[in-house]
């Protein structure tokens, strides 16, 4: 039995031998206008998405980042959103300064309209990360792929998706403790 503990602890201090904690997030804005029958509509989206992650290793992070949006589509009232993302990130391929990686994960999002609103996802999300220095690193991914639906909700949602749509292009900066 102590020598299965003995091991346990000697595999639990390797993997957290180069173990970082890093904060960072990202900031977001969307203008967009689209046609309708009922005519244009215009919507303004702004996120902000603050992130802690932990490095366990060179390739392998645990993050969460919780997100707030507001969306004010012209002539109605803003709607909030508040999302909780815990992910892990894989990073497949390293040269110098710049990494490839995968993040994957899931979310759960409410909203503010009457607090019934809530949506859920999984998936997978592909970007690439450049080191800056050994303190500050600067990371883009757009797209992914996944599934998502909701409960509660009067309009039933459910959607699977792969997408590299450059309206989900999201940016982020990280500082490593």
Same mark, same amino acid.
């Given at each position: 039995?102590?020598?299965?503990l003995?091991?346990?602890?000697?595999?639990v201090a $390797?993997?957290?031998?180069?173990a970082?904690?890093w904060? !960072?997030? $990202?900031?977001?804005?969307?203008?967009s206008?689209?046609?309708?029958?009922?005519?244009?509509?215009?919507?303004?989206t702004?996120?902000i998405?603050?992130?802690? !992650?932990?490095?366990?290793?060179?390739k392998?992070?645990?993050?969460?980042?919780?997100?707030?949006?507001s969306?004010?589509v012209k002539?109605?009232? +803003?709607?909030?959103?508040?999302?909780?993302?815990?992910?892990v990130?894989w990073t497949f391929?390293q040269?110098g300064?710049v990494?490839f990686f995968?993040d994957g994960g899931?979310w759960?999002?409410?909203?503010?309209?009457d607090?019934e609103?809530?949506e859920?996802g999984?998936g997978?999300?592909?970007?690439?990360?450049? +080191?800056?220095s050994?303190?500050?690193?600067?990371?883009?991914?757009?797209g992914?792929? !996944?599934?998502?639906?909701?409960v509660n909700n009067?309009d039933?949602?459910?959607?699977?998706?792969l997408?590299?749509?450059?309206?989900?292009l999201k940016?982020g900066?990280?500082?490593?403790?």
């Open positions: 039995m102590k020598k299965i003995l091991t346990a602890l000697v595999a $390797s993997l957290t031998a180069n970082q904690v904060l !960072g997030g $990202s900031l977001g804005y969307t203008h206008e689209r046609e309708t029958a009922l005519g244009k509509v215009k919507q303004n702004f996120e998405a603050p992130e802690v !992650g932990y490095s366990l290793s060179e392998v992070d645990l993050a969460l980042a919780l997100g707030f949006t969306d004010k002539g109605q009232d +803003a709607e909030t959103h508040f999302r909780v993302n815990p992910y990130r391929y040269t300064a990494g995968v899931f759960v999002k409410t909203t503010s309209v607090g609103k809530a859920f999984i997978l999300r592909p970007g690439v990360k450049f +080191a800056a050994d303190k500050v690193t600067f990371v883009a991914s757009v992914g792929l !996944g599934y998502c639906g909701n009067v039933k949602k459910k959607a699977f998706g997408g590299v749509d450059g309206n989900d940016f900066v990280y500082y490593t403790f």
